[in-house]
């Protein structure tokens, strides 16, 4: 039973293509979010969103666009990629109780552009 | 910003010696949480702290939140080659930004056998 999945796992392209990368939890989280993870394993989040409304969207390039169709699934769309775009991204849930909120991360998808 | 520093950013050890990772906030901070994420896999939660001085177990980890609840600390006793990853802690994200977390640059352990 896998909580948080996200498709693909390996995502190889060239630059100026543009790429979607989908996720799903079956948690029944309101919050979902996107990070990216550079080489150096820093992890950044890059937006959020809250029964499909957008909360938090860092200072992410507009080529970025994330769509929350409903509150299980959070896509991510990228436009003209960009060698920098090289990198792994988690897609996240949590919900808060109590005030706990631990976040569950999917697998990740490995972002290639060449 | 709020900002999270973690050092130290790599740690090397021989199996059955002690690992510890302190991370850092610039503000006081409401939680912190602590993940793990091992090598090609994502990061897992493994707790979170609320209270100031606050110190929970489990098994061989020691987390601690310092008085201040600026700081804290995972501290982990005999390491055995399964505890090699990345540790990550992690503070709110401030202001009204619902569930944000801000991570800390992370600890990579290394275990030698």
């Known amino acids: 039973d896998t909580a948080v999945s996200q498709t693909p796992k390996y995502l190889v392209t060239q630059m100026g293509n543009d790429k979607s990368i989908k996720c799903e939890q079956n948690?029944?989280?309101?919050?979902m979010y996107w990070y990216k993870q550079d080489s150096k394993k820093f992890l950044k989040i890059m937006f959020s969103y809250n029964n499909k409304e957008l909360i938090i969207n860092e200072t992410v390039p507009n080529r970025f666009s994330p769509k929350s169709p409903d509150k299980a699934h959070l896509n991510l769309h990228i436009n003209s990629l960009e060698l920098g775009d090289s990198a792994v991204y988690f897609c996240?849930?949590?919900?808060?109780?109590?005030?706990?909120?631990?976040?569950?991360f999917g697998p990740g998808t490995r972002l290639t552009v060449t | 910003g709020q900002q999270v520093m973690q050092i130290p950013q790599y740690q090397h050890v021989q199996e059955g010696e002690d690992f510890t990772t302190y991370c850092n906030s610039s503000?006081?901070?409401?939680?912190i949480q602590w993940y793990k994420q091992r090598p090609g896999g994502h990061p897992v939660f493994l707790i979170q702290l609320v209270k100031s001085g606050e110190v929970k177990k489990q098994k061989r980890l020691t987390f601690q939140f310092g008085e201040a609840k600026k700081n804290s600390s995972l501290h982990i006793t005999a390491t055995q080659t399964t505890d090699v990853g990345t540790y990550f802690c992690a503070g709110p994200g401030g202001g009204t930004s619902y569930g944000k977390l801000t991570f800390g640059q992370g600890t990579i352990l290394t275990v030698h056998p």
């Open positions: 996240a849930s949590s919900q808060l109780f109590e005030g706990f909120y631990e976040q569950y």
């Open positions: 503000t006081t901070l409401s939680n």
């Open positions: 948690l029944g989280h309101d919050t």
